[in-house]
């Protein structure tokens, strides 16, 4: 079975600080890494996903990066401000005998403070 | 586009009761899904649909049923409430996974059982 393990659980950082976010997936029979942003009593955003066959994608000051067979994603977050501040989700998609599923780690809380 | 909509946003209901929680998308989509999200658990997957007509089981169905009628819709259905489906619900909607379309979601129902 599918584990997604997102460290840290929290972090806390200064305006303007870069930082790193880790994801990890215990089977590397993916067919692509997704990384959302929930904000508080909202739904996921998707921000970024990554097909199997990919490295790494980049969206503005979003970097995410996959390593399949070390089983490691990591989003680079650049120059953070205090939007960004939210739960930042990582989702595996892999085919399982049942079909396709979306296995999601539980989140790393970010606040960036003014 | 709307995106991904679901009613109600906030629902209180005794232990036994059913209900129906709502979700539509306008994206064509063929695929849609069902996920529940509770602290320390993160997102789990309840019910998913590949087309209309077609629906299979995710990891939590029990107590749940589902039914994929038209490309829009994609109904969760309650059957008698226990406290334990206390919870936010997130429906979600993609094109056929294994892509490189996100998956987008809505704004989630949250479900309080007394």
């Known amino acids: 079975k599918q584990e997604v393990t997102q460290i840290p659980a929290a972090l806390s950082v200064p305006e303007g600080e870069n930082l790193v976010l880790n994801c990890s997936f215990t089977?590397?029979?993916?067919?692509?890494l997704q990384w959302f942003r929930q904000d508080p009593g909202k739904g996921l955003t998707s921000l970024l996903l990554?097909?199997?066959?990919?490295r790494e994608q980049t969206s503005g000051r979003l970097n995410a990066s996959l390593d399949k067979s070390s089983g490691r994603s990591t989003l680079y977050i650049a120059a953070s401000q205090p939007g960004d501040s939210a739960t930042y989700l990582c989702?595996?998609?892999?085919?399982?005998?049942?079909?396709?599923?979306?296995?999601f780690g539980e989140g790393t809380q970010l606040t960036v403070n003014p | 586009n709307a995106g991904v909509t679901q009613t109600p946003k906030f629902q209180v209901l005794k232990t036994g009761q059913s209900m129906t929680l709502q979700c539509a998308q306008d994206?064509?989509?063929?695929?849609m899904s069902w996920y529940r999200q509770d602290p320390g658990m993160g997102l789990r997957l309840i019910h998913y649909?590949?087309?209309?007509?077609?629906?299979d089981q995710g990891e939590v169905p029990n107590g749940y049923n589902v039914s994929r009628s038209t490309t829009e819709d994609f109904p969760l259905r309650l059957l008698s409430a226990a406290p334990s489906q206390t919870s936010v619900y997130f429906c979600?909607?993609?094109?056929?996974?294994?892509?490189?379309?996100?998956?987008?979601f809505g704004p989630g129902t949250r479900l309080l059982v007394l």
């Open positions: 979600a909607s993609s094109s056929p996974p294994g892509g490189t379309a996100p998956q987008y």
């Open positions: 089977d590397s029979a993916i067919y692509n």
């Open positions: 990554i097909q199997s066959s990919q």
């Open positions: 989702a595996v998609g892999a085919w399982e005998t049942s079909g396709s599923r979306l296995t």
């Open positions: 994206m064509n989509h063929e695929y």
């Open positions: 649909s590949v087309g209309a007509g077609i629906t």
